[in-house]
Antibody, heavy 118, light 111 residues
Framework: VQLVQSGAEVKKPGESLKISCKASGFSFTDYWIGWVRQMPGKGLEWMGIIYPGDSNTRYSPSFQGQVTISADKSISTAYLQWSSLKASDTAMFYC????????????WGQGTLVTVSS | QSVLTQPPSVSGAPGQRVTISCTGSSSNIGAGYTVHWYQQLPGTAPKLLIYGDNNRPSGVPDRFSGSISGTSASLAITGLQAEDEADYYCQSYDSSLSEVLFGGGTKLTVL
């Protein structure tokens, strides 16, 4: 099982961004793929999750409306996107796999560092 | 303030036993949603340490164990080693918030 994320990004406030998570070694449509934020020096925050099999998507209330989670099952890739970045979006973002929404994360991606600065 | 509350830091000498608590409520741990623990070494992605309250994934030493009591969970580490120095996070699901929760994290220092 591997979750390989796209590389680090440096963006300006107001810009848009889409980061990716390429899955391999398992059936992409049989698991939930989520995103976890870790701001500099801070803890883990669960952002939301998608089931690529039917595109069922759930968001943490804290992130609803702030980001969009999507997936392309034809290429086993999940995405996290912003339409207008803020400096406070600066963080490490981890792609994760969960067997169900209520259970544990069993695999983590390596992380994508997003830096938003003018 | 996280809904799952962990102490910010704990410490212990090599060979000692330490515990890290994770206090929840009736809508998460107390509702029967299982608790999982992760270890995050500096500069790396978190790693699953305990799942389903008290199960260890393959490769995790039996020095690590989990337990549940009411609305709280605990991670115990026995025979403390220098390599255990890391941040530890608990995780569960909350039915009222309809979201996955992480505790605020606990920094373990090996003296």
């Amino acid at each position: 099982v591997q979750l390989v994320q796209s590389g680090a990004e440096v963006k300006k406030p107001g810009e848009s961004l889409k980061i990716s998570c390429k899955a391999s070694g398992f059936s992409f449509t049989d698991y939930w793929i989520g995103w976890v934020r870790q701001m500099p020096g801070k803890g883990l925050e669960w952002m939301g999750i998608i089931y690529p099999g039917d595109s069922n998507t759930r968001y943490s209330p804290s992130f609803q409306g702030q980001v969009t989670i999507s997936a392309d099952k034809s290429i086993s890739t999940a995405y996290l996107q912003w339409s207008s970045l803020k400096a406070s979006d600066t963080a490490m973002f981890y792609c994760v796999r969960q067997p169900t929404v209520t259970t544990n994360v069993d695999y983590w991606g390596q992380g994508t560092l997003v830096t938003v600065s003018s | 303030q996280s809904v799952l509350t962990q102490p910010p830091s704990v410490s212990g000498a090599p060979g000692q036993r330490v515990t890290i608590s994770c206090t929840g409520s009736s809508s998460n741990i107390g509702a029967g949603y299982t608790v999982h623990w992760y270890q995050q070494l500096p500069g790396t992605a978190p790693k699953l340490l305990i799942y389903g309250d008290n199960n260890r994934p393959s490769g995790v030493p039996d020095r690590f164990s989990g337990s549940i009591s009411g609305t709280s969970a605990s991670l115990a580490i026995t025979g403390l080693q220098a390599e255990d120095e890391a941040d530890y996070y608990c995780q569960s699901y909350d039915s009222s918030l309809s979201e996955v929760l992480f505790g605020g994290g606990t920094k373990l220092t090996v003296l």
